[in-house]
Each structure stands twice: as structure tokens, then as C-alpha cells.
């Protein structure tokens, strides 16, 4: 809990916990809800998500007869954790190799969401390799390569402009033959904007499924919580052509406006599996709902 609370300090200060002071001790009238729904707006939870909240709790009040700001104040936490949800587990487990792609635009904290990823697994237990599939920058096979080192996990790479389905085809030969059990593929980060680089995508989930059937079993993409709606954007161009499953955020605790988090539920409909609060290996924490939105409007 109290690496939610540190990380959501900027967002708490800036809009969330605004939205609390504002909501104090007084009636409840139509400014009140301007102000509510142009907090929520500049936090970042984006249009539908703001009208769907408050709609739910005029509908709240109207219900339950609430006057009082500070009763409105309690609704607004219960309705906005009622739009996120628990993720389900990841589709990683029951068979000898599963195989997550990674996608997202160069800049989103890509590269760094794997090394946290596979750090966490292999302190589970689990036997993972990253394959270096981003063949376009040199920098992101040489990134990836120390952090694997850092974390103590295997990078296949190939040489920078090499082909990346052939990259990804090596790398899961390999970690079929050497027994381990998830293989982590990172991709070219330019893909929302490029025809090309979307066919690339599907010739990387075409080589893999030769090799294990029905892979990849998971494909995650990264966004960046710093730039809001228009992450969402990208989001739903990534959803479109990459047949997404989940989501991970980083740089929450770098930005005032968290509330994408819940555009990404309401919005897109695909689970938060991880968000990143922080540059150390171990800041990128198992979304909680409940930590999510306590953490949002509590100082204390």
C-alpha cells in the first residue's frame, strides 16, 4: 500500500485530493458538479469515463437522498473503483513455454517494463529468456542486453536491422530446447504509426505459434501514464492490430494525471496487469483496484 501511496503523490496532491478538500462540509449544488467533472477531465480519466461517473452518482443521490458534499465524496471513490477490476492471471502457466510479446511506441518505458517483468518472474520461480525482437534501434538491443545481465536473465539478440521474426523464431528454439518456461518478446516501437511495422507484428505471432501452439499467450502493451489521453490513442490503434490482452502503465508516479487508468478500463475494456511507480527493478507493483483509488484521494 504505501508504494501506491508514494507513487500517486503527485496525483493526489494535484486533482484527487483537490476533489476532496473541495468536497467538505457543504451542500451539494450545480457547481459542485463542475467541479467535479472538470477535475476529473484534467486528471486525465477522459470523457467517457468522467460522464459515465457522474451520471452513476446523480443517480447515487438521487437514490439514496445524499445533501452533504462529504457523502458525495465517499460515492465518488466507490463508483470510480467500481470501474476498475482485479486482473485475472496471466495465461502464462500450463504448458512448457508461454510466450508474452510486448508492444508499445519507443518511449513508453518499454524496454525497462521488460527487465522489471522478467525480474519478477524469475524471483517467482519461473525460468525466462527475453528475445531482443526491437531489431531497428541498436539501443534497445543493447538496453535490453543490460538489464537481462542486471536481472540475470538470458537476452537472444541479433544484429541491429536483422529480421525480427527470425530473431524471435531463434529465440524460441532456444528456450524450448533449453527447457525454459516463458520467453519474453520485445517488439519495434514504432508500429501505431507504420503499416509496414503492423505486418511485422503479425509475421512475429505467426513464427511463434509455429513453435508453440496458440502463442503468444499473452500480449501486453506499455503505456506511458505521463502522456494521458494521448496514450489511449495509441491504445486503441495497438488493440486494433495486435489483439492485446493487457495493459502495463509506467511513470504513474512521474505524472499529476493518473486517471488514464481508469479510461483504460471503462475505454478499452482490457485489464491493468502491472504499474510502474518508480525507476528501481522492483517498482512496477500488481495492480490493486483498492490500493488504486485509496491512494488517489488519501493523504494519511
Given at each position: 500500500m504505501s508504494?501506491?501511496?508514494s507513487g500517486?503523490a503527485?496525483t493526489?496532491?494535484?486533482?484527487f485530493?483537490?476533489i476532496?478538500?473541495m468536497?467538505g462540509?457543504?451542500?451539494?449544488?450545480?457547481d459542485?458538479?463542475?467541479d467535479?467533472e472538470?477535475?476529473?477531465?484534467?486528471?486525465?480519466?477522459?470523457v467517457?469515463a468522467?460522464?459515465?461517473v457522474?451520471s452513476?452518482?446523480r443517480?447515487?443521490?438521487k437514490r439514496?437522498?445524499?445533501?452533504?458534499?462529504?457523502?458525495?465524496?465517499?460515492?465518488?471513490?466507490?463508483?470510480?473503483q467500481?470501474?476498475?477490476?482485479?486482473p485475472?492471471?496471466?495465461n502464462?502457466s500450463?504448458?512448457?513455454?508461454s510466450?508474452i510479446?510486448i508492444v508499445?511506441?519507443?518511449g513508453?518505458?518499454?524496454t525497462?517494463?521488460?527487465?522489471?517483468l522478467?525480474n519478477?518472474?524469475n524471483?517467482?520461480?519461473r525460468k525466462?529468456m527475453i528475445a531482443?525482437g526491437?531489431?531497428f534501434?541498436a539501443a534497445?538491443?543493447?538496453?535490453?542486453?543490460?538489464w537481462?545481465?542486471r536481472?540475470g536473465?538470458?537476452v537472444?539478440?541479433?544484429k541491429?536491422?536483422s529480421?525480427?521474426?527470425?530473431?524471435?523464431y531463434?529465440a524460441?528454439?532456444a528456450?524450448?530446447?533449453?527447457?525454459?518456461d516463458?520467453?519474453?518478446v520485445?517488439?519495434?516501437?514504432r508500429?501505431?504509426?507504420?503499416?509496414?511495422?503492423?505486418e511485422e507484428l503479425?509475421?512475429i505471432?505467426?513464427?511463434?505459434?509455429?513453435?508453440?501452439?496458440d502463442?503468444?499467450h499473452?500480449v501486453l502493451?506499455?503505456l506511458?501514464?505521463?502522456?494521458?489521453?494521448?496514450?489511449?490513442q495509441?491504445?486503441?490503434?495497438?488493440r486494433?492490430?495486435?489483439?492485446?490482452?493487457?495493459?502495463?502503465?509506467t511513470?504513474?508516479?512521474?505524472?499529476a494525471k493518473?486517471?488514464?487508468?481508469?479510461?483504460?478500463?471503462?475505454?478499452?475494456?482490457?485489464p491493468?496487469h502491472?504499474?510502474g511507480?518508480?525507476?528501481?527493478?522492483?517498482?512496477?507493483?500488481l495492480?490493486?483496484?483498492?490500493n488504486f483509488?485509496k491512494?488517489?484521494f488519501d493523504?494519511n
Open positions: 508504494i501506491f501511496r500517486l503527485k493526489r496532491q494535484s486533482f485530493g483537490r476532496s478538500q468536497l462540509n457543504s451542500e451539494i449544488d450545480d459542485t458538479w463542475d467535479i472538470a477535475l476529473l477531465i484534467q486528471a486525465d480519466l477522459g467517457p468522467t460522464q459515465r457522474l452513476e452518482l443517480a447515487r443521490i439514496e437522498g445524499l445533501t452533504r458534499s462529504e457523502q458525495l465524496n465517499k460515492a465518488l471513490r466507490e463508483s470510480l467500481s470501474l476498475l477490476s482485479i485475472p492471471p496471466m502464462i500450463g504448458r512448457p513455454l510466450i510479446l508499445g511506441v519507443n513508453s518505458g518499454k525497462t517494463s521488460i527487465a522489471k522478467a519478477r518472474l524471483r517467482a520461480g525466462v531482443a526491437d531489431t534501434r534497445a538491443i543493447e538496453q535490453l542486453k543490460t537481462g545481465d536481472v536473465v538470458p537472444i539478440a541479433n541491429p536491422g529480421d525480427p521474426a527470425a530473431v524471435v531463434d524460441a528454439a528456450a524450448n530446447a533449453r527447457g525454459y516463458i520467453l519474453i520485445d517488439t519495434a516501437g508500429l501505431h504509426t507504420n503499416f509496414n511495422l503492423m503479425a509475421k505471432k505467426a513464427i511463434s505459434s509455429r513453435i508453440v501452439p502463442a503468444p499473452e502493451l506499455v506511458d501514464g505521463t502522456t494521458g489521453q494521448n496514450a489511449m495509441q491504445a486503441l490503434k495497438f486494433e492490430s495486435a489483439d492485446v490482452t493487457g495493459v502495463i502503465v511513470k504513474l508516479d512521474g505524472t493518473g486517471g488514464m487508468v481508469f479510461s483504460i478500463f471503462n475505454d478499452l475494456k482490457l491493468v502491472y504499474i511507480l518508480g525507476e528501481g527493478v522492483d517498482d512496477m507493483v495492480f490493486n483496484p483498492e483509488v491512494s488517489l493523504e
